[in-house]
């Protein structure tokens, strides 16, 4: 029998969240972020189900040939911008638009003569990542007008660095900055998926939605659902193991848990290997028979235990459910000292995806 550890892709949830997206900022285009697999979830799946977004960000130029050999004709975006000459080409043959964010691509733009490519510029607003600095943001843009491989309709940008936290005051000092010093009515994108969720000043002509597409939250104790929201992922598997242990007798690899009666202990088929993590915190729930239980004892690469003294009925066989409906992906994540977004992408490939 094949490893019953399952990661279903709700399709609908996908639809849904798109659908929230877009109701928070009617009047703005919407951009798809589907780096890292479409956020674990399946790059191709993703943009199927997201066909109805006004394009798609990607990190690499590999997921925009992925996109493009699937039949994808929507703007694409590479969100680090180009490496190297060579990039340029591949950009034109592709039509991918591109970041620029550093005076290097300026430079490798200057020294190239082909049609032009579609250029977004980047202002470093305060997250000091990529980009431009405010202050030379306007000589930056200048020059990309100058140039006659680069098309005239340039968009601005910047990335949010805080928005999930409404108690800080970098949000608003970023979107003070990054409007402070946008050239006259240029287009412009600045809102991140908790921009699009919190900050409505940080609406503008484009929206880069990420994690909020997968049903994901960042903002500490928030989940997904607090804004609408609806899991994309349902992580799953079985127990394949139901057992008596005696007190005092301990669990798994280094004994960290000791039983403190005679009690049923479960085991379930999935571990670290495919990428549940194995820094969780003792106690940490899972859904068995849509019941929370909690793991005991260190996760091991393909298996974890249970505790099932709330569940003494439970069987072989038995449904376990990791995060998804009940059991928010958030709060796995903050157990293991972590966000939910590298929950999802830290997924392996021996787990078995399905759409649902």
Known sequence: MARATTAHIHIDALRHNLAVVRARAPHAKVMAVVKADGYGHGLERVAHALAGADGFGVAALSDAQRLRAAGFS??????????EPADLEQLRQLDVDTVVHHRTQLDMLAADHGSPLKVWLKMDSGMHRLGFAPADFAAAHARLRALPNVAADIVCMSHLASSEDTGSPQTAEQLRTFGDHLPPSAAASIANSAGILIWPEAHRQWLRAGGALYGLAVGEGKTGADFGLRPAMTLSTR???VQTVAKCERIGYSGIYTCPEDMPVGVAAIGYGDGYPRVIRPGTPVLLNGRRVPIIGRVSMDLMTLDLRGQPEAAVGDPVVLWGEGLPVEEVAAAAGTISY???????RRVRFVEA
Do not use: Y
């Open 342 to 348: 590298e929950l999802t992408c830290s997924i392996t």
């Open 74 to 83: 929507q703007k694409i975006l590479l969100l680090s911008g180009f490496d």
């Open 239 to 241: 127990l394949i193991s």
